[in-house]
């Protein structure tokens, strides 16, 4: 079983594929889009829930979205069909940071997708290069909420704490203008359907033969979190705007 596979049945349950519940969404949503006739684009959107959510909200909202895997983006055009979003969203097969357009956003999001650029700092850079002057990004990444034991940053990396974290945005040319910090029941709800989800498709499907593979990785991930990250990971999303209200590579 592949890993596009079981993230695919891990988010069965959770297509916001970060911890993050719908009132949180929603809020950052309406803080983030800035007018009803927004141009709105997510670099690493998977199955495209942040967008299909945000046309849902705002109809006059044109959204694109771009991501590496093929079975991500036919689940959200099979999403937008159901939804009769359809006809106002636009996917891109490819990589995230490679992706060039021809006209620029009002919205940039990328949450939790900074490994597809390199880290938080590249992903910004990434977002600016498709905002148009006055726009917003909306990022989300980790953070440690306390000191990491060594196990913990092998796992998730060598994130910094939450201060520092604003820091460097801040020092990068960005404002924040709203921000979410994921309670630890987002944490823990997000963990549990993520395990969870993968846990009961592999006990409903015995037969299959990725059964087995999906139960032990749902098994080692519930321990490495349990017993890894949970007391020390956090989450924060972000609603930025270019500190002198340009975009570029300077701000």
Do not use: K, N
């Not at 015995?206 to 519930?222: C, I, K, N, V």
């Amino acid at each position: 079983m592949h890993r596009e596979q079981i993230s695919r049945l891990a988010h069965a349950d959770h297509p916001i594929a970060a911890p993050l519940d719908d009132d949180s969404v929603r809020a950052l949503l309406e803080h983030a889009v800035p007018r009803d006739d927004a141009r709105v684009l997510d670099l690493g959107c998977g199955t495209g829930e942040w967008l299909l959510r945000a046309l849902a909200a705002r109809p006059g909202l044109r959204a694109e979205g771009v991501d590496v895997s093929e079975g991500a983006l036919e689940q959200a055009r099979a999403a937008a069909r159901r939804r009769g979003l359809g006809d106002r969203l636009v996917l891109h097969h490819g990589d995230a940071a490679d992706f060039a357009a021809d006209h620029a956003f009002d919205l940039v999001i990328s949450v939790g997708a900074a490994h597809a650029f390199g880290g938080p700092g590249a992903t910004l850079a990434a977002a600016r290069r498709h905002l148009a002057p006055g726009g917003r990004v909306l990022v989300g990444d980790g953070y440690w909420e306390r000191e990491p034991s060594a196990e913990a940053v092998a796992m998730l990396g060598d994130l910094a704490d939450l201060p520092t974290t604003v820091d460097r945005v801040v020092a990068d040319g960005w404002t924040p203008v709203h921000g979410h910090i994921s309670t630890r029941r987002e944490l823990d709800a997000y963990e549990w359907a993520w395990t969870g989800s993968l846990a009961s498709w592999a006990l409903d499907h015995p037969a299959d033969p990725g059964s087995s593979q999906a139960l032990e990785t749902a098994a080692a991930h519930r321990d490495e979190w349990l017993r890894g990250y949970r007391d020390a990971f956090g989450f924060v999303c972000l609603v930025l705007r270019s500190t002198t209200g340009g975009t570029g590579p300077t701000g």
